[in-house]
Nanobody, 127 residues
């Protein structure tokens, strides 16, 4: 399975972006997809995740109310709609797959528990 992230770019504060992540190759019905971000000089941090089968969602407090994660099972894609962006959201955003996720449990937030990673897409928010 390969993950391809896209949709990043440069946007002014208060603007919006929609990130996409498409899984190609063999796909699994019992896993979770997450978005993580890493700003320069900072550790990778969890943003949001969704279980593939049941659609359970978990989001970081820093993005709640602004970011919305969704999935399209038919397209093997997961999306991150980001609204009300601030300069603090500037980072490289990575999508990742947790192949051991339990379908009836909320997705995990620890990046080390995710098995597959996309290449990342840069999001830059100007003030």
């Amino acid at each position: 399975v390969q993950l391809q992230a896209s949709g990043g770019g440069l946007v002014q504060a208060g603007g919006s972006l929609r990130l996409s992540c498409v899984a190609s190759g063999r796909t699994f019905s019992g896993y979770a997809m997450g978005w993580f971000r890493q700003a320069p000089g900072k550790e990778r941090e969890f943003a949001s995740a969704i279980t593939w089968r049941s659609g359970l969602i978990r989001s970081a407090d820093s993005v709640k109310g602004r970011f919305t994660i969704s999935r399209d099972n038919a397209k093997n894609a997961v999306f991150l709609q980001m609204n009300s962006l601030t300069p603090e959201d500037t980072a490289v955003y990575h999508c990742a797959a947790d192949l051991s996720a339990l379908p009836r449990s909320r997705p995990r937030v620890n990046w080390s528990e995710y098995d597959l990673w996309g290449q990342g897409t840069q999001v830059t928010v100007s003030s």
